[in-house]
């Protein structure tokens, strides 16, 4: 009894504080929540108190997992994108989100009943993680609640995100969202890039933040600059890892956590197994994701993936919205519902031809799967290169969609080579000190029990000092300065020179 006694006294000693914590997802984009979801459940898996504020949070009443539902007072407008390519449409739904997404969920966010509850009643809590998006609004609430605030994001970081982080920006090398070139631009795509960064900063800074400050201003008075309170988050825990995307400068409070959505597989539904089991020759999965509808892939771009698997004897699995498929093909099973995580842990999987969004480039790593990418829209460009780049696979251009294109990058990727480097490299991305999902909660936590500042003071110090402009120019002036009087020097000495040899050859 006594061993017993003392037993659950030490558990209850080492056991971590259950910490009250509050998530804040103003976005309507349902692909970012699947990212976040996993995160939050394991929150309060792990015993801290969790309330999450979102449009797509699971309803489902748990002691210590508490939902304030976004979308009870604002219908969820799915994003339900066409598939086709073309620059222009991109940074067009780009500034939609921009100018009016961020604002308009502001004021959903803030005139929440629930929501406004949260400061009427004065409720505290020991973090609050704020999902870093296209919109600030949220840390203006979390300000108002007095509580540490921890960032994530279910991408790389967004032109914004950059300058108040501390962040080096550079389009030479660093990866680019929405545009192509990976960590190789040429120059074009660098002009490219360095237009488009500088545009959505500007459009962020002087038109999304300020409508969405004044938007704050009608709730709360006494609010700073959002842009300050972004650049005061304790943590970003930053959906990325250097296995896929590459070697970046990241100053030590940003975290990264790619991958720390993915749970453990589960059995697969019967009709799959059975499907995949039986195949011989593997299966070849292709999904363009949940935002985007299959059923408006040009007819021709279609036809051609469909005489392209045609010709290979693999099974392949194909998220479709449709009953069936034009021609009925027989080697093609088609659902409109893909338990995904569970597709891709199956080894007979043997390649994943996907627009490359990265929650499922981040499962092909980790299940070894090859990927051929065919990006359309936001940050896939940067994926699917970031991708290549590591040898995870191969890219095709959605204007190339032709059937012999299509098989060409279908066997570079079920090249046996090509597999058994993909899993080295998955090899080399499971093996880490710690899980990603414990170094997000760790990082939270950590951030609840010391209240101290973390960020680089890279993103304090002026232009000038970041530059050294000034020391440089006192440099440079010493430099002109020596150079001037040393040359003075050496002509005066000629000068005595020359006066004493035209003396000694008069005399
Ligand atoms: C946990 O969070 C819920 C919802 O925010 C709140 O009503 C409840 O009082 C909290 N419980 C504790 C023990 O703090
Ligand atoms: C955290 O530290 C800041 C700055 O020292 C202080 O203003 C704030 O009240 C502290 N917050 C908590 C919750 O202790």
């Known amino acids: 009894m006594l061993i017993v006694i003392t037993l659950l006294l030490c558990a209850g000693l080492n056991s971590v504080q259950s910490l009250d914590i509050l998530g804040v997802f103003p976005a309507q984009v349902r692909s970012h929540f699947f990212a976040f979801q996993p995160f939050m459940q394991e929150l309060a898996k792990r015993g801290h108190n969790v309330t999450v504020i979102s449009y797509y949070a699971d309803k489902k009443p748990r002691d210590n997992y508490h939902v304030i539902d976004l979308s009870e007072n604002a219908p969820v407008s799915e994003v339900n994108l066409p598939i086709t390519r073309s620059a222009i449409k991109t940074f067009f739904i780009m500034s939609i989100f921009h100018v009016m997404g961020g604002p308009y969920g502001c004021r959903i966010l803030l005139t929440d009943e629930n929501v406004q509850n949260l400061w009427i009643t004065q409720r505290k809590f020991d973090v609050i993680i704020v999902e870093q998006f296209d919109s600030d609004c949220a840390l203006g609430l979390a300000y108002k609640l007095g509580a540490p605030v921890v ?275 998955s090899k080399a991305w499971r093996d880490r000190p710690v899980s990603p999902m414990d170094s997000a909660i760790f990082w939270t936590e950590f951030a609840a029990r010391h209240n101290f500042t973390y960020k680089s003071r890279s993103a304090e110090v002026p232009l000038y000092q970041y530059l050294c402009l000034d020391a440089y120019a006192v440099l440079l002036l010493i430099l002109m300065i020596s150079v001037f009087s040393i040359k003075c020097l050496v002509s005066l000495v000629l000068n005595r020179l020359k006066v004493g040899n035209m003396k000694s050859k008069r005399e």
């Open 151 to 425: 960032g994530v994001t279910s991408h790389m970081l967004l032109p914004w995100h950059y300058n108040r982080l501390g962040v080096p920006y550079n389009p030479s090398y660093v990866l680019f969202d929405f545009l192509e070139g990976g960590t190789k631009p040429t120059f074009f795509q660098r002009l490219q890039r360095a237009y488009w960064y500088s545009h959505f900063y500007f459009v962020n800074k002087y038109i999304t933040q300020r409508l969405e400050q004044s938007i704050v201003a009608e709730f709360f008075d006494d609010v700073p600059s959002l842009e300050e309170l972004g650049a005061n988050i304790k943590f970003l825990l930053l959906y990325q890892n250097f296995i896929l995307s590459g070697s970046s400068l990241l100053p030590s409070n940003i975290k990264e956590v790619g991958g720390y959505h993915i749970k453990e597989p589960k059995p697969l539904p019967d009709d799959f197994q059975k499907y995949i089991d039986e195949s011989e020759h593997g299966v070849i999965y292709i999904s363009f994701g949940s935002n985007m509808r299959t059923s408006t892939l040009p007819q021709t771009k279609l036809e051609s993936i469909i005489a392209a698997v045609q010709e290979l004897p693999q099974r392949v699995i194909f998220k479709w919205e449709r009953k069936t498929l034009p021609g009925n093909p027989k080697n093609i099973y088609v659902s409109k519902w893909l338990p995904q995580n569970d597709i891709l842990a199956h080894p007979k999987i043997l390649a994943f031809f996907s627009h490359c969004g990265l929650l499922g480039a981040t499962e092909a790593i980790h299940y070894g799967v090859p990927l051929l990418c065919m990006p359309i829209f936001g940050d896939q460009p940067s994926n699917a290169a970031a991708a290549e780049e590591a040898g995870l696979g191969v890219q095709i251009d959605f204007n190339d969609l032709t059937k012999d294109n299509i098989l060409k990058k279908l066997k570079t990727i079920l090249d046996p080579q090509f597999r058994a480097r993909v899993k080295l490299l």
